[in-house]
């Protein structure tokens, strides 16, 4: 009879490891594959490009201002940036994506999770095993250096060692200082791909935007090669630039749109609904509310 109560017991306890090891070991859920750039937000930022002197909705200060007016479209024409690739806090705005994770075949721990992107074909790695960043002194790369986490069901990553990059494509910085907080989160077959930017050189507050995805089932990535090119002749060493107070298109989008010089010059306190008050009070529109930011 023992012996029938010990075999009893250790098939009890098999049972049991089994269905331990069928239990997640944590909240995280599968975003694995490819999925498909939705563009019903944002659209002409997105694809066309913003507008030059458009800097509506971002919390930037002073000195991103002055580097933005000084900013000159033919200058990704050069070719020393037309290949340049977008970096990783960018790169959500624009093309699809491929997801895929990496275990370790003994443990079957997730070490990281990798996303590819069509554009340029870069590819960054998210590390998922708790190792620290680098120190500060670390090289930094267009992609960053990233750690991840799972907050129930959504994926936490902070990405820091970020080269200079931009905000929006019209010449509005983001500095080789910022911290980028990222949440990646399904719901079914739709991911929501949320950006956080803190950048103490160029915001005084926290730049965030979000972009949706849809999963696709028969999905595939198109290779993204890249040659420049001498598109247009220019004197050596020639930078397209605007000095202070020369770029002369930064009232066209005011005009266009009808779009105060406050609004379309950006700042935190363009961002909250007093902005509308104090114009009317500062008395810039002889008492009437203008008309709606862009």
């Given amino acids: 009879m023992d012996e029938v109560h010990s075999v009893r017991k250790t098939a009890c306890c098999l049972l049991l490891l089994a269905t331990l090891g069928a239990v997640p070991l944590s ?31 971002i919390p930037l200060n002073a000195a991103a201002r002055f580097r933005a007016e000084a900013w000159d479209a033919s200058l990704i024409a050069l ?23 990496e275990y370790d075949k003994d443990t079957q721990s997730l070490v ?5 992107h069509f554009a340029w074909g870069t590819e960054r790695t998210i590390w ?21 986490k799972w907050e129930g069901d959504i994926l936490t990553v902070t990405t820091d060692h970020l080269k200079e990059g931009w905000i929006r494509r019209n010449g509005v ?33 926290t730049m965030i935007r979000s972009r949706d995805y849809v ?16 598109e247009v002749i220019r004197p050596k060493g020639v930078i397209p630039n605007h000095l202070p107070g020369t770029n002369t298109f930064l009232k066209e989008y005011q005009k266009n749109h009808g779009v105060l010089q406050e609004g379309a010059m950006g700042g935190a306190k363009t961002l909250y609904p007093d902005f ?8 810039d529109l002889g008492g009437k509310a203008p008309g709606p930011l862009q």
């Fill in 27 to 57: 909240a995280q859920i599968e975003l694995a594959g490819v999925w498909q750039n939705k563009l019903h937000e944002d659209f002409p930022d997105r694809l066309a490009g913003p507008e030059i002197g458009d800097y509506t909705g």
């Fill in 79 to 101: 070719p020393e940036y037309q290949c340049r690739v977008h970096p990783s806090d960018y790169a959500n705005s624009f093309a699809d994506i491929r997801i895929w994770e």
């Fill in 112 to 116: 990281a999770i990798h996303i590819h």
């Fill in 128 to 148: 998922m095993d708790g190792r620290p960043h680098p120190p500060d002194y670390a090289q930094h790369t267009s992609m960053g250096f990233s750690t991840g």
């Fill in 173 to 205: 910085p983001r500095s080789d200082r910022a911290v980028v907080t990222e949440h990646f989160i399904r719901h079914e077959n739709g991911l929501t791909w949320v950006v956080m930017i803190k950048d103490p050189a160029y915001l005084t507050e």
């Fill in 215 to 230: 999963y696709s089932v028969a999905g595939q990535i198109a290779p993204y090669p890249c040659e420049s090119v001498e």
């Fill in 276 to 283: 509308r008050q104090t114009v009317i009070a500062a008395g």
